[in-house]
């Protein structure tokens, strides 16, 4: 597969997983510097490794939030808990693999990627909630 074809995959795939505001936002972050580095985000990360039929997508999600969580990237952690969400898996879940982190890669770390997972998981409710005098009848 060429490299612009694992571009265009991943990237519908990365705004299915997180949302398009959300990936354009990142997308951005860094300008035209980052260019080079989200296309191989992008073509690498969600063109090819996360489009393997081997694993589903909870389960890659969950990998994600376990590692993640374990090398200390709160922010990574967020986008990963948010995607996670997304893509079906429960709080509860995600807070089974925040505690095999706490466990295996230190209480720091656990507690550090509970804060960020909450962070997010409240972010989750929140957007899924209809706004106060916005509910459906």
């Given at each position: 597969?060429?490299?612009?074809?694992?571009?265009?995959?991943?990237?519908?795939?990365?705004?299915?997983?997180?949302?398009?505001?959300?990936?354009?936002?990142?997308?951005?972050?860094?300008?035209?510097?980052?260019?080079?580095?989200?296309?191989?985000?992008?073509?690498?990360?969600?063109?090819d490794?996360?489009?393997?039929?081997?694993?589903?997508?909870?389960?890659?999600?969950?990998?994600?939030?376990?590692?993640?969580?374990?090398?200390?990237?709160?922010?990574?952690?967020?986008?990963?808990?948010?995607?996670?969400?997304?893509?079906?898996?429960?709080?509860?879940?995600?807070?089974?693999?925040?505690?095999?982190?706490?466990?295996?890669?230190?209480?720091?770390?656990?507690?550090?990627?509970?804060?960020?997972?909450?962070e997010?998981?409240?972010?989750?409710?929140?957007?899924?909630?209809?706004?106060?005098?916005?509910?459906?009848?």
């Amino acid at each position: 597969m060429e490299f612009d074809e694992m571009h265009e995959r991943g990237l519908a795939l990365r705004r299915e997983l997180f949302g398009e505001e959300a990936v354009a936002r990142r997308m951005g972050a860094m300008g035209e510097f980052g260019e080079p580095l989200q296309r191989m985000v992008n073509a690498y990360s969600y063109g090819d490794v996360w489009q393997r039929p081997q694993l589903d997508r909870r389960s890659r999600s969950l990998a994600m939030i376990g590692i993640t969580a374990a090398l200390g990237r709160p922010t990574e952690l967020k986008v990963h808990v948010s995607g996670a969400l997304r893509n079906g898996t429960t709080p509860e879940e995600i807070r089974e693999v925040l505690l095999l982190v706490a466990l295996y890669a230190g209480l720091p770390a656990g507690i550090d990627a509970h804060k960020a997972a909450l962070e997010a998981i409240e972010a989750h409710a929140a957007q899924a909630s209809p706004a106060p005098g916005r509910e459906s009848r």
